[in-house]
């Protein structure tokens, strides 16, 4: 009787003490089990752009189990924690074993921390060095193993565990030491990331190389006595090159990349292709290498029947402070010269006030107090359309403007989506010869619409953006007159093979930006090249910076350029002779009845040289005339027939005169 109220009091004891021990692990505060990670922004793929540090300045990026080679798992559970699957979270015989071996030889041969009891360590950053903070170890992973599942908890030694330096988790591990993901490791990889958390600091490979070596080569030979793998994969997984440096964390498209980030933190996926940003970075890195650090540069790429940016180039230096390589030259307003003739003629096509073969004035006019000029200062009289826009002759385009008015051209590039910016005051019609701040996210969203049959739409750089709604800014017709007339432009000297390209060039006014846009059968591309300050840059073209760059960009879309589309069925494809008459010659329908000629001198004649200057007697035309003198203008206004030019010295000289509706005549001399 006695014997069984004893066994009664021990099995009592039992209980009360297993009930005290239950309610000593139920009662474990736990630590905070969410971690913030690093932002990170994608391509369209899902491939890795950029990613940021957590506030702590620690590479902590998400990773989930299935994004993990499952080889890497079989040999930390093996090399860590072989009965991970089925302890509570303490391992009694591992602990019975390392208590053995420590009385047994005098020091500590093996230890018996298991993979849960290293999360309860990382999650309070404790150290394990006395009885007391090994015993708050064991109630957090007892704590721990009833709350989680296990791979709830191996995820949060994925996220935690120590690689060396700032570098904190499996993923950002395997990135600053491989350049890789971890979806796929070799043997010999998967067992360096076993070994580093043991010793992070001194195995760190880049300041330790041997020690890492060493200790990758002691986990794949255990892991060959294991049979996780086999002893030929080990000795060959010896031979494997461990990394000596830490990789870079990938920073493609830091501009864009940043517009995400400060949207909202987290994962962003955008639109953007990793390999041609890649390349196109190469690309202008390359490029303004040959340049003036202090100037920068900026590529857009995106497929124009989808609206979806696939590169985008801010700058050729994001950390270059000389070209203030951290400004986003894609989104800063600029001029953007004569970039936007394009668009009016297109606008001027719709109206019928014009056709691609109509014949217009390049001659010297002025508009109030406004007189526009040629880049070059020559005038070439009449001249078509189409190769007023091919040589982009200011003239014509101003003439035009004022035809529509500059107010229609502003709501066009609004209804395009732009968002151009003017000096206070209403638009002049300098508007159409780059006289208004727009940016070259803006310029590739406008000859977008070009080569998209004239349907302007916003162009898109996250994946789950949604379309926005289309806008008709052009006719198919006219739209396609454009792009043939700027596909008739020849390509810049030394041009990759990119197809047939519709494209035009630009230089804002004192030489402060260089641009070139155009378009093959899919995908439009921008380029600019300036200084960032607004400063000149003499002598800067852009059909000498920006077009080579525009052709080698739009080279490497793809392996073969698509070819640009066939004209819609009503387009008016005739001769200017077979023009309806008011389309024949803008601003009159008038022929040349009484055509423009000079009567004295006559062509090739030798004179005497006079003081007073060369007389000039005209027949015809219709004043005001102007009169010049190997193509500079000598004088404006004139009204009568009877002219002097004011040649006195010998030599060869050739004289022209421009009347009121471009029209033109003119001779060569020679004053001996």
């Known amino acids: 009787m006695r014997r069984l109220a004893a066994l009664v009091v021990v099995l009592w004891c039992v209980a009360l003490g297993r009930d005290a021990v239950d309610d000593w692990i139920d009662r474990t505060a736990i630590p905070v089990l969410v971690h913030a990670t690093s932002s990170e922004v994608r391509d369209r793929h899902g491939a890795l752009l950029r990613a940021y540090t957590v506030e702590d300045g620690l590479w902590r990026m998400a990773l989930s189990l299935d994004q993990v080679d499952p080889m890497f798992f079989d040999m930390l559970i093996a090399y860590e924690d072989k009965r991970f699957r089925e302890h509570p979270g303490f391992d009694t015989m591992a602990t019975a074993r390392a208590v053995w071996q420590g009385l047994r ?68 591990a395997s990135l600053a030491w491989f350049g890789k993901e971890p979806r796929r490791l070799t043997p010999a990889e998967a067992a360096l990331l076993v070994a580093l958390p043991q010793a992070p600091e001194s195995r760190r490979p880049d300041r330790h190389p041997e020690a890492a070596r060493i200790a990758r080569d002691r986990v794949l030979e255990r892991m060959a006595g294991a049979g996780v793998i086999d002893a030929e994969t080990a000795r060959a997984s010896r031979r494997d090159p461990a990394p000596t440096q830490r990789r870079p964390v990938p920073m493609l498209a830091p501009h864009m990349a940043d517009r995400a980030v400060a949207e909202a933190p987290g994962r962003h996926d955008l639109t953007l292709d990793r390999d041609l940003q890649q390349s196109l970075e190469t690309l202008a890195r390359d490029y303004m290498a040959r340049q003036d650090p202090r100037l920068s540069l900026a590529i857009m790429v995106a497929d124009h029947r989808t609206g979806e940016i696939l590169a985008s180039v801010g700058s050729p230096a994001y950390s270059e402070t000389r070209g203030q390589g951290f400004v986003d030259m894609t989104q800063a307003l600029r001029s953007p010269g004569s970039t936007l003739k394009p668009l009016v003629y297109g606008l001027a096509f719709d109206r019928g006030l014009a056709h691609p073969e109509t014949l217009i004035a390049d001659s010297p006019v002025q508009f109030g107090t406004y007189a526009p ?117 020849a390509p810049p000297a030394h041009a990759g093979p990119s197809g047939r390209v519709a494209y035009k060039t630009g230089t804002s006014y004192g030489h402060r930006d260089a641009w070139a846009l155009g378009w093959d059968g899919r995908f439009v591309a921008g380029v600019w090249i300036g200084r960032p300050d607004g400063t000149p840059v003499p002598g800067a073209f852009g059909g000498d910076l ?110 022209a005169v421009i009347d009121a509706t471009g029209r033109s005549g003119r001779v060569s001399i020679e004053l001996r």
């Open 373 to 489: 000029q040629n880049f070059d200062g020559q005038f070439r009289g009449e001249v078509r359309i189409s190769r007023a826009l091919q040589m982009s002759l200011n003239i014509p385009v101003v003439r035009l403007t004022d035809a529509m008015g500059p107010a229609h051209l502003m709501a066009a590039l609004g209804k395009a989506g732009l968002r151009p910016e003017l000096p206070p005051g209403r638009p002049g019609l300098a508007v159409s010869l780059g006289g208004v701040g727009l940016t070259l996210s803006d310029m590739l969203t406008l000859y977008a619409a070009l080569a998209r049959d004239g349907q302007a739409r916003p162009l898109r750089w996250q994946l789950d953006q949604p379309e926005g709604v289309a806008a008709r800014l052009l006719s198919p017709r006219s739209a396609w007159q454009i792009g043939h007339i700027l596909a008739g432009i």
């Open 546 to 655: 920006a077009a080579p760059l525009l052709f080698e960009a739009l080279g490497r879309t793809g392996p073969k350029p698509e070819p640009l589309p066939a004209p819609p069925p009503d387009t008016l494809i005739v001769g200017n002779g077979a023009l309806p008459a008011h389309l024949q010659r803008f601003g009159g329908t008038e022929v040349d009845r009484d055509p423009l000629t000079l009567a004295f001198p006559p062509d090739g004649a030798r004179l005497a040289p006079d003081p007073r200057g060369v007389p000039v007697k005209l027949r015809g035309g219709t004043p005001p005339y102007t009169l010049l003198a190997d193509g500079e203008v000598i004088a404006t206004g004139l009204r009568g027939t009877d002219l002097l030019a004011p040649l006195t010295g010998p030599g060869f000289a050739t004289l």
């Open 105 to 172: 030889h005098g020091r500590i041969v093996s230890g018996a921390s298991t993979l849960t009891m290293q999360v309860a360590r990382l999650l309070e950053d404790g150290t394990t060095g006395t009885w007391q903070g090994k015993l708050r170890q064991t109630r957090l992973a007892l704590a721990l193993e009833r709350r989680l599942s296990k791979d709830q908890i191996l995820q949060l030694y994925l996220e935690l565990a120590p690689y060396g330096g700032n570098v904190e988790g499996l993923r950002a």
